[in-house]
């Protein structure tokens, strides 16, 4: 192993240096509970709440509709399980009950496993098709709206190919008709400039750890005025919407996280966009069949998912693994699955192909020189695993 190469920045970043010395102090000198009236317990809540209008007003949002969870997967449990309550037991507002979502094909298994749930209780759900690219068609998503329908999910930027989805227009069309908007923002806040006025949001959640902040803390913001139920019960901690004692450490380092992020947005976007094209114009260069998954330019700033025909991505990943490059064929949260991802399927993939499949994502640590010795590597171990291809050989016997 030459050097270690970390490319997987859409499973998780590296925890910055600054955000760990904000959090420090929480876990020793200030580690009072933030309920308590007596002085550590004071500066825990003061903490927590400096953390709330930081993360507000990177949103365009007040305070007091940010809500600290664990992580994105319970924000995104949240917005439509409650939501699905409130609307289908018609408590809002006195309306009739309504028992339809509208969410898509390639969304994170935490949306997609929470709709299967939710339409074992009788909820009925519409799966959008997307595009080759991954791009939802606004059209389709206005002419899937029905009476019932009170919920539209759709993700911000796709996890495993990075494609940003039009979002403004998709807001403006569930407003137009009455229609809450939950958007899944995990993989972009903090990487894109996000104004829940002006998009029309009306439920977010987002992870800390997708921007240099801790694991286990993310949030769910949620439109003032907006009636849904709580979704753990037992304490009065955030508003008495989320009971449980507050994860202070973890929260204080979500907001210098996002501080950071923010403040060094426009420069690291700029950089990271930079370095992906270059990598993504190497790779279709110089190995042939080969095909770029997502959105060539509507995407995230520093993801880049390929597809090698004739490979197993698998053997791919442990081989770069073996040269000290960490990469991943899709979502952290599928790792292990025999099955091919089911966002390549919806994009049109076969499963071949789909099998065949590479995420590299970039942080502004990555460097140019990182990014050639992955090309480098890359193009050899798909030259071997190729040679090794009944598939590939009866391919070029054909030719």
């Known amino acids: 192993m030459d050097k270690f190469i970390y490319l997987d920045n859409a499973a998780t970043t590296r925890t910055s240096p ?54 994105g997967s319970e924000s995104d449990n949240w917005a439509l399980k409650a939501t699905a309550e409130a609307f ?10 309504k028992n339809h979502i509208i969410t898509t094909r390639i969304e994170h298994h935490a949306i997609l496993h929470t709709c299967e749930y939710l339409q074992k209780q009788g909820i009925e759900v519409t799966y959008l098709n997307v595009d080759e690219n ?8 206005e002419r899937a709206i029905r009476p019932g329908t009170f919920l539209i999910s759709v993700m911000f930027a796709n996890n495993e190919v990075g494609t940003i989805q039009p979002i403004r227009e998709i807001g403006e069309i569930a407003r137009k008709h009455d229609i809450l908007f939950h958007t899944d923002a995990v993989q972009a806040y903090g990487h894109l400039p996000i104004d829940v006025e002006e998009l029309h949001i009306d439920l977010l959640s987002a992870s800390a750890h997708k921007l240099n902040g801790p694991k286990g803390v993310g949030f769910l913001y949620i439109r003032r005025n907006l009636r849904i139920s709580s979704f753990i019960h037992g304490g009065a901690q955030e508003r008495k ?22 403040g060094t947005m426009e420069k690291r976007s700029a950089y990271e966009t930079k370095l992906r094209d270059y990598l993504i114009d190497r790779i279709l260069r110089e190995i042939p069949f080969t095909r770029l998954n997502g959105h060539r330019t509507k995407r995230l700033p520093n993801n880049a998912n390929f597809s090698f025909q ?17 990469a991943s064929s899709g979502s952290a949260c599928t790792t292990g699955s025999l099955d091919p991802s089911h966002v390549l399927l919806a994009l049109g993939l076969p499963d071949d192909i ?36 009944q598939q590939y050989e009866d391919f070029c016997r054909r030719m």
């Open 310 to 326: 004739f490979i197993e991505g698998e053997s791919l990943l442990i081989m770069l693994d073996m040269e000290g490059i960490c």
């Open 241 to 262: 919407r989320r009971a449980g004692t507050e994860n202070v450490p973890g929260i204080v380092g979500f907001g210098k996280a996002a501080k950071d992020a923010f």
């Open 18 to 71: 600054t955000v760990v010395e904000a959090m420090l102090p929480y876990f020793g000198e200030y580690y009072g509970n933030a309920s308590g009236i007596y002085s550590i317990g004071v500066k825990s809540k003061e903490a927590i709440s400096e953390s709330r209008e930081i993360i507000a007003s990177t949103l365009g949002a007040r305070p007091e509709e940010i809500y600290f969870t664990g992580g």
């Open 354 to 389: 789909a099998h065949g499949s590479l995420r590299l994502t970039l942080s502004a640590e990555t460097t140019r020189e990182e990014v050639d010795i992955t090309v480098e590597k890359i193009k050899r171990i798909v030259e071997r695993l190729r040679s090794m291809s």
């Open 88 to 97: 289908c037991t018609g408590v809002r507002q006195n309306d009739q009950a």
């Open 134 to 141: 991954g791009l939802v068609r606004p059209e389709e998503l």
